[in-house]
């Protein structure tokens, strides 16, 4: 971790995505802005189509050619959205790491998981010897509460359950002990339990680390449960930017009160979360 403590670990300004379009540019993001300290957790939740995950994509800098973008990304005071492709891959998976929605389409079917992980480790850390590099991934396993992992890592992706998949893909970017970690829908294609015991080892492996940590999500519940602060979007816009207990409380926007109010069992919601995330893994869940 090589961030000062004493400035933002992560500062957008005025971001914006355009893509081109007949009636010309059309933003997808627009003139986004929020700041990140290190240790901290920021929840951007949305609809489908507000343009969450094309923020988290134009700040890891994996936007495709056709998009234009424009504003500042700083990681630790370093303007990093204008650095070239070359730089940024080593920034990608080394400072800034990414987990995505879909563990299965992002692990190669024909590979070990232990395997993909060392590869994207040693990506960063050429020098490093395969022994040195096998040990890492098995103690990165086990750091995300993977049983049997120095067995478990010569497994394909296919041994494993969804929930476990998820793991694999959350060992792989702590490999290499990144200052911030983005999470784009890390559990919406989990049930409930396993969801709980995903946000639960995202949250105990954020305090173990001191990284911070941008979750991308449509679901309020877990946003509630796990973010310190909250950007709001619709239609590329932030409408709302505040404290996650400011925001429950005392909402401003009229679109961030219709979201609230369309889960109306969000307390009980979230009350049972945490619950069956303190219980920790299920008997006979995960395998």
């Known amino acids: 971790m090589s961030s000062p403590s004493s400035a933002p670990l992560l500062e957008v300004e005025d971001l914006t995505v355009a893509f081109p379009s007949p009636a010309g540019p059309t933003d997808v993001v627009h003139e986004i802005s929020f700041t990140l300290d290190p240790g901290r957790s920021l929840g951007i939740v949305g609809e489908s189509g507000s343009g969450k995950s094309m923020t988290s994509l134009a700040i890891m800098g994996l936007l495709p050619p056709t998009a234009r973008r424009t504003g500042r990304v700083r990681l630790a ?15 990608r998976g080394d400072r800034i790491a ?20 060392e590869e994207a480790y040693r990506a960063h850390r050429p020098n490093v010897t395969r022994r040195k590099a096998r040990q890492v991934v098995v103690e990165a396993m086990e750091r995300v509460q993977i049983t049997d992992a120095a067995r478990r890592v010569d497994h394909y992706p296919h041994q494993f359950s969804g ?22 829908e890390p559990t919406t294609a989990l049930d409930v339990t396993v969801q709980a015991q995903i946000l639960r080892l995202l949250r105990s492996v954020q305090q173990d680390t001191g990284a911070g940590l941008v979750l991308i999500t449509h679901d309020l519940a877990v946003v509630s449960e796990m973010a310190d602060d909250v950007v709001v979007m619709r239609s590329g816009q932030c409408v709302e930017y505040a404290g996650c ?10 679109y961030t009160c219709a979201l609230i109010d369309a889960v109306p069992q969000l307390e009980d919601d979230v009350g049972e979360l945490r619950a069956v995330g303190d219980a920790g893994p299920s008997r006979g869940g995960e395998r």
């Open 245 to 254: 207990e400011q925001l429950f409380s005392d909402p401003r926007h009229p």
């Open 163 to 184: 929930g476990m998949r998820q793991r694999v893909m959350i060992a792989m970017a702590l490999s290499t002990e990144p200052d911030l970690i983005i999470a784009d």
């Open 98 to 117: 990414m987990i995505f929605q879909d563990p299965l389409s992002s692990l190669n079917p024909y590979y070990t998981v232990g395997l993909q992980i």
């Open 77 to 91: 005071g370093r303007e990093i959205s204008s650095l070239p492709e070359r730089q940024m891959r080593r920034i």
